[in-house]
């Protein structure tokens, strides 16, 4: 019988190291697909400049502005109410059928693709609210479109906190609002942190919501206020790998502009990796 257990336990420990190398393998095999083909195009001239020529030469740095305007909108609207959703879910609201019923609608606006977001902004922020096609709208769209991660990952996260922390505070005299705010935010912070990073850097490389509400084909200028339109990476990448006045001679500056959007999106999770160990170095303490 042990002789058994053991067996089932190398195999599954097995099936696991394969799972672990078939992913690190497909994405090794990517990045330096991207990195083979897009290191010549990276320059200080394709760091710092607009694209000229119908886009056949020049730089992304329009679109490099654009990501980062549309990744701080979607921030400061996501961030704020999906963590408070979160804390109302978990802390305050009455477990019961009402509770299910949302959360069931929030697992389901995850799985949504972001298409239909796209539409939505179109037809509610550009049209409806008369935004146009402007960094506000293609922000507010990822930030509609990253709540459902946002929520679901903060919830997580507060569920992780031992509840005797919660009642340690409160037989300490504490209200609940200073329970939240003082002893179950500060532990669950790094998880909060980790997911909504995870969320945003996903939206940073969706292309169907910001085509529709935030990007342009072309735009050499740089947004002045958040009711500009703005070029963006992901939008770019397809302009040129698919509506090019040349396609095959922009090549490799499709790949210099996947290998830009990589880096910042890999810089977005390195920065959630680093303020999480942050985090719980301080816990420790």
């Given at each position: 019988?042990?002789?058994?257990?053991?067996?089932?336990?190398?195999?599954?420990?097995?099936?696991?190291?394969?799972?672990?190398?078939?992913?690190?393998?497909?994405?090794?095999?990517?990045?330096?697909?991207?990195?083979?083909?897009?290191?010549?195009?990276?320059?200080?001239?394709?760091?710092?400049?607009?694209?000229?020529?119908?886009?056949?030469?020049?730089?992304?740095?329009?679109?490099?502005?654009?990501?980062?305007?549309?990744?701080?909108?979607?921030?400061?609207?996501?961030?704020?109410?999906?963590?408070?959703?979160?804390?109302?879910?978990?802390?305050?609201?009455?477990?019961?059928?009402?509770?299910?019923?949302?959360?069931?609608?929030?697992?389901?606006?995850?799985?949504?693709?972001?298409?239909?977001?796209?539409?939505?902004?179109?037809?509610?922020?550009?049209?409806?609210?008369?935004?146009?096609v402007s960094v506000a709208a293609g922000g507010l769209t990822l930030g509609i479109?990253?709540?459902?991660?946002?929520?679901?990952?903060?919830?997580?996260?507060?569920?992780?906190?031992?509840?005797?922390?919660?009642?340690?505070?409160?037989?300490?005299?504490?209200?609940?609002?200073?329970?939240?705010?003082?002893?179950?935010?500060?532990?669950?912070?790094?998880?909060?942190?980790?997911?909504?990073?995870?969320?945003?850097?996903?939206?940073?490389?969706?292309?169907?919501?910001?085509?529709?509400?935030?990007?342009?084909?072309?735009?050499?200028?740089?947004?002045?206020?958040?009711?500009?339109?703005?070029?963006?990476?992901?939008?770019?990448?397809?302009?040129?790998?698919?509506?090019?006045?040349?396609?095959?001679?922009?090549?490799?500056?499709?790949?210099?502009?996947?290998?830009?959007?990589?880096?910042?999106?890999?810089?977005?999770?390195?920065?959630?990796?680093?303020?999480?160990?942050?985090?719980?170095?301080?816990?420790?303490?």
């Amino acid at each position: 019988m042990i002789k058994k257990r053991l067996f089932m336990q190398k195999m599954c420990f097995s099936f696991l190291r394969m799972a672990v190398l078939i992913n690190g393998a497909a994405l090794a095999v990517i990045l330096y697909f991207i990195l083979s083909r897009g290191w010549r195009a990276i320059s200080w001239e394709f760091l710092t400049q607009a694209p000229r020529d119908s886009m056949t030469a020049g730089g992304i740095l329009p679109c490099i502005v654009g990501t980062i305007s549309l990744c701080l909108i979607t921030t400061f609207v996501a961030l704020p109410i999906g963590v408070a959703s979160a804390i109302y879910l978990n802390e305050y609201a009455t477990q019961g059928k009402l509770v299910r019923i949302i959360r069931l609608g929030i697992n389901n606006l995850a799985g949504v693709p972001s298409i239909v977001f796209g539409l939505f902004g179109l037809a509610f922020f550009c049209i409806v609210l008369k935004m146009g096609v402007s960094v506000a709208a293609g922000g507010l769209t990822l930030g509609i479109m990253t709540l459902p991660v946002i929520i679901g990952a903060s919830e997580e996260a507060l569920k992780s906190v031992p509840n005797t922390y919660r009642e340690a505070s409160l037989a300490m005299g504490a209200t609940k609002w200073q329970t939240i705010r003082r002893v179950i935010l500060p532990v669950a912070f790094p998880g909060i942190i980790t997911g909504s990073i995870l969320g945003l850097s996903r939206a940073a490389g969706e292309t169907a919501p910001i085509m529709y509400t935030g990007a342009v084909f072309f735009t050499p200028d740089l947004p002045t206020s958040i009711f500009d339109e703005v070029m963006a990476l992901p939008y770019h990448i397809y302009v040129l790998a698919t509506a090019g006045t040349n396609i095959e001679a922009t090549r490799h500056l499709q790949y210099g502009t996947a290998l830009v959007l990589i880096v910042l999106v890999l810089g977005m999770n390195l920065f959630a990796i680093i303020l999480r160990s942050k985090m719980r170095k301080k816990l420790r303490i």
